[in-house]
């Protein structure tokens, strides 16, 4: 039994799932792990990853097998990302956006062309895609956006920009959503598609980073940006609440790969603690070093445990966006958390690429932040408990 499988949850696994999670595993401890380091310090994403996830499924994965898709259940659909996320959050990130993000809303709010023309080629990776709802003003309330699309003939008009976009400078497409209305008016917000190369729509990469920089973040800017009418997503009639439904994805998600994250440093922090001598016996025969130990292992567990119901949830049709909400801040929170402590332990060395934890601390600032902030989440539940509403 592996030590992060404290409450003995792989017993629960069926074979299918744990070949899924195995492989992927293998595949981030050959492809990712031993050059993690050098892609961060120069910042750049591995494209040469792509074509290898596709090949395993890992895109799109709960989709139907019509579309190429894996068709696999929630919970191997989280385990998938607890492993990448286990390598880094950038590589998960690109896989949740394009997973969770992009074919999650063309399969469900596109037409059948739509769907045709994207979903298996994302699925093996051949075309990327990216979500822009986050604007340059705000990204906590995006009922505040202010980039618009117009309707002219057989065209709408896109004008305004959206900031902080995963994989922005990677993608074939991006799925944008657009006030179509009044300022403010949740109804009238719709998705549209927008093709790289479209006259008027230009991404700029965002550089200098602190944290995932084996990601690409870029700024999408439409400036009298022409798509035609038929590149509107027909599904999105309930307008802002289906930007909404695509994050209950990711949030999903992010709850498990952030849990991959803190077993990552968590496995690498009791290994140094076992070699570390600096009072001549190893650092793990210290009770300071074991009470941190304890406390993480506790942590991540409980982690785990939120993670395997709410796939439960998910997969019953059950699952609401408070308990996606309560997940996602309490495992992102813990993995940040988890990391600190971890390149504690770590010294000096954990400031470095040549160890995960310090690269793991600095992306878990931005997973904890994005796909709604702690505070966003807190408020949520708040909302849920109290039946008052502190966003208004
Ligand atoms: P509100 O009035 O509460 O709701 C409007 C309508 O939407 C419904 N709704 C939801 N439906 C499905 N899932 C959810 N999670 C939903 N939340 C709300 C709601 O029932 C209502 O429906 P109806 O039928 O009455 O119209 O909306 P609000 O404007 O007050 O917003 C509430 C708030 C603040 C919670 C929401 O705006 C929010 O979640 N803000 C955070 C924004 C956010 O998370 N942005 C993420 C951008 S994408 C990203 O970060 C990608 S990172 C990717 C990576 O690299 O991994
Ligand atoms: P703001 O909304 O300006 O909030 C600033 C601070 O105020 C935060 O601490 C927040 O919690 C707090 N705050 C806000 N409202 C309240 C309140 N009512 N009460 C108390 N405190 C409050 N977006 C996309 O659309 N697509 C992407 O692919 C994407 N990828 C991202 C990748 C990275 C690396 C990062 C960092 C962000 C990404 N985002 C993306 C944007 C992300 O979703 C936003 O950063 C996030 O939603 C927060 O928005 P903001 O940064 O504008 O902060």
């Known amino acids: 039994m592996a030590i992060t499988d404290f409450l003995e949850l792989d017993r629960t696994l069926s074979d299918e799932q744990r ?15 031993p050059h993690i380091g050098q892609w961060c310090a120069e910042g750049r994403f591995p494209e040469h990853l792509i074509p290898m996830m596709g090949e395993m499924g890992l895109f799109g994965s709960t989709l139907p097998e019509e579309y190429g898709c894996a068709q696999v259940d929630s919970l191997t659909y989280g385990l998938i990302m607890q492993e990448l996320e286990r390598g880094d959050s950038g590589l998960r990130s690109f896989a949740s956006v394009q997973s969770g993000l992009v074919m999650y809303p063309i399969f469900s709010f596109g037409n059948d062309e739509q769907k045709k023309q994207w979903l298996p080629k994302m699925a093996t990776g051949e075309k990327i895609g990216c979500f822009g709802l986050t604007e340059p003003d705000g990204g906590s309330n995006p009922i505040g956006m202010k980039t618009r699309a117009v309707k002219d003939g057989k065209q709408y008009v896109l004008s305004g920009a959206k900031m902080w976009i995963t994989n922005g400078n990677l993608s074939d497409v991006a799925v944008v959503f657009a006030q179509t209305g009044a300022a403010g008016d949740h109804r009238a917000v719709r998705g549209f598609l927008v093709e790289k190369g479209t006259p008027g729509f230009k991404v700029n990469e965002v550089q200098r980073k602190i944290g995932l920089r084996a990601s690409n973040t870029s700024e999408l800017v439409f400036e009298d940006c022409r798509i035609p009418a038929e590149n509107l997503l027909p599904g999105t009639s309930q307008g802002l609440k289906c930007a909404l439904m695509c994050l209950n994805q990711a949030r999903y998600g992010i709850a498990f790969g ?22 001549g016996k190893s650092l793990d025969h210290y009770q300071i070093t074991q009470m941190k130990l304890a406390d993480i292992l506790t942590q991540i567990t409980l982690g785990q445990l939120i993670c395997f119901r709410l796939a439960a949830l998910k997969d019953a049709g059950a699952l609401q966006p408070e308990q996606i909400s309560m997940a996602k801040r309490n495992n992102c929170r813990m993995a940040l958390e988890t990391a600190r402590r971890c390149r504690e332990l770590l010294g000096a060395n954990g400031i470095t690429y040549e160890f995960h934890a310090g690269r793991h601390e600095t992306n878990l600032i931005s997973v904890d932040t994005y796909e709604g902030t702690y505070e966003v989440h807190t408020l ?13």
């Open 19 to 33: 070949i899924v999670r195995d492989t992927v595993r293998r595949f981030v401890d050959a492809e990712v792990l």
């Open 258 to 279: 952030a849990v991959g994250a803190a077993i990552g440093c968590f496995e690498e922090a009791v290994g140094y603690t076992a070699q570390r001598a600096p009072f």
């Open 380 to 392: 949520i539940l708040g909302q849920k408990i109290t039946g008052k509403n502190a966003f208004d």
